[in-house]
C-alpha cells in the first residue's frame, strides 16, 4: 500500500489498485493489525487493515451479499449461521434478512474492526442488535474446535486475505472442524481471491477441502473493482450433498432487498470461464 498525492494505492501481482483520497480520517493499531479509515472522492469510505481494502462505501454490498444469500438459498432452511471474520458487520446484516435464520453467531478476533465499523460505516452495523446476533470476539480456531458437533447449517468465513494469524483459516485442520460442526448438508462459503491473481491459491484452498473431507465445491465470481484484478470469487463447500439447484422461487419472491444478488445473477456466478473450469478440474 502507498499514499502519495492524495492517492491510495494498493499493489499486488505488479498491478495497482488506486482510489483519490480527500482525508485520512481514522488511523490506529489495534492489538492484531492496522486499521485506517479515508475519505474518498468518488467511492465514499474507504476502509483498510495493514494497507489492504477490506471495503468501500460504494461496492461494499456486491461481496458481503455474494457472500451470504447464494449459499443460504441453496440450503434449504439455513437456521443456525455461523460466520468467521466480518467484523465490519455487512454479511452479518445480509444473514439476517432471512426470516428463516434463527441465529447468526459471529466469532471475530479484533473487537476494534467491529468499534470503528459501527462508528464509520454505521449503515452496515444497524442489525448489531437484532436478538438473533452474537457478537463474539475470540480466537475463531479454538472456537470452532470447541463448538458442537452438528450444530450449524451455514460457515461463512468472512476472513482477510491470508497473511499473518489468518493462514490458519485456510487449510484442512481449519476446514475439518467447520465439516464437523456442519449439520448433514450444511455448507460452508469462504472468499477465495481473484481467478485471474490468485488461481494457485484457490486450486489449493480446493484441494484442503477435499483434504478435510468436502467432497462437493462450487466456486462462484462476481465483479468487485476495489479488490486486485476487479474479480472476486467465492467458494461453497458441501457436507454429504451435492449442491443441486438453489430455491429460486424463494429468490424470485423474497421479503427483502438486494443491489447486486438475484436469482439470475445467482445462476449466472456459477458459470466459469473455460480456463478456470480446466484449472478446477485438475
Known sequence: MSLDHNWFTEIANGYGMSLQVREKIHDEQSPCQHIEVFDTE???????????????????????????????????????VVIVGGGDCG?????????????VVQVELDERVTRVAERYFPELCESNGDPRAVLLFEDA?????????????????????????????FGAPFYGDCLRV??????????SGSPLFNLDFLKGMRKEMNAAGFESLMTIQFSLCTYPSGWWSATLARKNQNFGDFREQNVRRKSFDTRYYNADIHRASQVLPTFLQEALAE
Open 91 to 103: 454479511t452479518l446484516k445480509e444473514a439476517l434478512k432471512h426470516k428463516v435464520v434463527k441465529q
Open 182 to 191: 456442519l449439520r448433514q448438508g450444511g455448507i460452508m462459503v469462504t472468499q
Open 141 to 169: 480456531i479454538k472456537w470452532m474446535q470447541e463448538a458442537q458437533a452438528g450444530s450449524a447449517d451455514i460457515i461463512i468465513l468472512d476472513t482477510t486475505e491470508p497473511v499473518g494469524q489468518a493462514t490458519r483459516l
Open 42 to 80: 468518488t467511492f465514499g469510505r474507504l476502509l483498510t487493515l495493514d494497507g489492504m481494502t477490506m471495503l468501500t462505501s460504494r461496492d461494499h454490498f456486491i461481496h458481503h451479499e455474494m457472500m451470504t444469500h447464494p449459499a443460504l438459498f441453496t440450503h434449504s432452511a439455513p437456521r443456525q
